[in-house]
């Protein structure tokens, strides 16, 4: 599955993000204020067991039951999931309408991602997806008609692989999405550049995606390493999280964050990821 560059899906890395914000809003900010070390898949992984937690025993509301019609109609159910469940709906502002639901199944991530990889194309549907690691993922297609973007975005931990399935109409996110805050550190050249700011108790999350094109993994990363130092920021080793991707952990008084570069096969095009974490009062 790779990279699509048509504009609805620019914002497809983000949408991962979005689908997983329910999460989010449950998190300690501690490690934002202090420096903690834990990743940002471990941080990820470590708000969905509160998710699911929270949600077992709770019976469905009528806003629930609607979350769910605007997400679990466009997929069949998964054969060894468990029961869904309404995450969120609506947050990204009245004219971006977005609805997530979530379900939980012991299958890998990849598993999950092939088997509605091949539902879709039975369909005759464009099929459009990425692999961030062998933990995470998403796979989905976009409705001209509607210009929505619908998607299943995976995230396995702790023996279990929890699936996010989200439906968004993105035309005017995408007009507002391509201007990146001030003060968050991006590579030089990117380009397609989409980002999302969302404001959590103490602290604010910004995601930021797009690609350098024309590059090769290693160039962009010793660019991208040189410009943070010059910023002031303190630069972790890169590690491996994949083939052809690479981890860079970012960090200043009140910010922490994480990126990922990514060069697919046979590409010329190096894809970023950034999630910055912002604690209240952070310069």
């Known amino acids: 599955m790779q990279w699509a560059t048509h504009p609805a899906f620019r914002t497809a890395a983000v949408l991962v993000s979005v689908a997983v914000a329910g999460t989010l809003l449950g998190m300690g900010w ?14 990820a992984e470590a708000a969905v067991d509160a998710v699911a937690e929270e949600a077992r025993g709770l019976e469905r509301t009528k806003h629930d039951e609607a979350v769910l019609a605007r997400t679990l109609s466009y997929f069949p159910p998964y054969p060894n999931g468990g029961r869904p469940e309404a995450l969120a ?25 092939q088997h509605y ?65 001030d003060g968050v550190p991006v590579p030089q050249g990117l380009k397609d550049a989409a980002s999302l700011s969302l404001r959590m108790e103490g602290a604010t999350n910004v ?13 962009v990363e010793q660019g991208y390493r040189e410009f943070l130092r010059t910023q002031g920021w303190n630069v972790s080793e890169g590690r ?44």
């Open 240 to 283: 491996p999280a994949g083939f052809q991707t690479t981890e860079i952990t970012l960090t200043r008084t009140g910010l922490r964050g994480q990126a990922t570069l990514r060069q697919p096969a046979a590409q010329r095009d190096v894809e970023f990821h950034l999630s910055l974490m912002r604690a209240q009062g952070a310069p």
């Open 30 to 43: 501690e490690e934002v204020r202090y420096g903690g070390t834990r990743t940002e898949l471990e941080r």
């Open 207 to 219: 995601t930021v995606t797009g690609r350098v094109p024309d590059t090769t993994l290693p160039d």
């Open 89 to 113: 709906a609506d947050y990204l502002g009245p004219d971006t309408p977005i609805a997530v639901a979530w379900f939980a199944t012991k299958d890998s991530s990849d598993q999950v991602l």
């Open 117 to 181: 990889r091949k539902f879709l194309l039975d369909q005759g549907l464009p099929v459009v997806g990425m692999r961030f690691n062998d933990n995470a993922g998403y796979v989905g297609y976009w409705v001209p008609k509607d210009d929505e973007v619908r998607l299943m975005s995976t995230l396995h931990q702790g023996g279990e692989t929890m699936v996010f399935v989200s439906s968004a109409r993105m035309a005017r996110y995408l007009e507002r999405a391509g201007r990146v805050p």
